[in-house]
């Protein structure tokens, strides 16, 4: 793969643009083969949810998603202030030895699992200043996301439809303007349900895309994380092919003049 074509996120490059949520699946061992057949090098962890070293004694995800195979992505899904994501954060960077790289999300309804925009820009101005390398779930605002990324945010992650609604991408022009005006990457978070909608979203333009339900609730986790790598690179490929023009109808080949009939 061409060092141009990689993506490059706090100064790690990666080839694959899938990354990959870890709950929601019957055990241990179907995600780390739904994960190995996604092909997926980021892998988002729920730090108040999955146990990786805080519970003694307990099944451990890192033994099936090791450190050094995976780069292991904390993330602060079930907080609702500020103050509980800053807080997980840094018992994330605690229990894996100073790692620094983190998702953050603050969500503002339990339903929806939308996030609360005001305690995002709180929370992540605390973890930038503590030296955290923050990739960010946030509405599809192209302004909030523009000054997330001035904030200092390594990636800005909007979503394109509801958590774990599946209802695909929802919001194809924001997130065109969202892209247009980036500098870091941006990577569609929350509401794929299946390839064609990762294939659409790369097509727009996105640096990338997570997904978690999308695969662990699928009839068969493993198959649709293959699918979902391959619709990835397919969307990827097409985008830099350049699709051809939209039109009502045929345009021939040939003139049509002098023609005998």
């Given at each position: ?33 739904a ?6 090098q ?22 099936v ?22 807080h ?29 925009v ?39 992650m909007?979503?394109?439809?509801p ?14 303007t ?29 640096d ?23 619709a ?6 097409a ?23």
């Amino acid at each position: 793969m061409a060092a141009e074509d990689l993506l490059h996120i706090a100064g790690r490059a990666y080839a694959s643009r899938l990354l990959v949520g870890t709950g929601k699946y019957k055990d241990h061992d179907e995600t780390r083969r739904a994960i190995v057949a996604s092909g997926a090098q980021i892998v988002t962890v729920a730090v108040r949810r999955v146990n990786i070293g805080q519970n003694a004694g307990e099944p451990n995800l890192l033994d099936v998603l090791p450190p050094d195979q995976f780069t292991i992505l904390p993330n602060t899904a079930g907080c609702y202030t500020a103050k509980d994501a800053v807080h997980t954060c840094r018992l994330a960077r605690e229990l894996l030895d100073g790692h620094k790289l983190v998702k953050l999300e603050v969500l503002g309804d339990q339903k929806t699992l939308y996030p609360d925009v005001t305690a995002t820009l709180e929370a992540a101005e605390v973890l930038i200043k503590d030296g955290f390398e923050v990739m960010v779930y946030t509405s599809d605002d192209p302004i909030l996301c523009k000054r997330l990324e001035e904030m200092g945010c390594v990636a800005v992650m909007p979503l394109a439809a509801p958590i774990g609604s599946g209802l695909g991408i929802q919001n194809k022009y924001n997130l065109l303007t969202i892209i247009e005006n980036a500098k870091v990457p941006i990577i569609v978070d929350a509401g794929v349900g299946t390839a064609s909608d990762a294939a659409i979203a790369m097509e727009l333009g996105c640096d990338g895309v997570l997904m978690n339900t999308a695969i662990a609730e699928a009839k068969n986790p493993v198959l649709m994380a293959s699918a979902m790598k391959k619709a990835i690179e397919a969307g990827r490929e097409a985008r830099l092919a350049g699709r051809m023009p939209r039109r009502r109808y045929a345009s021939a080949s040939s003139p049509l003049e002098g023609l005998p009939f």
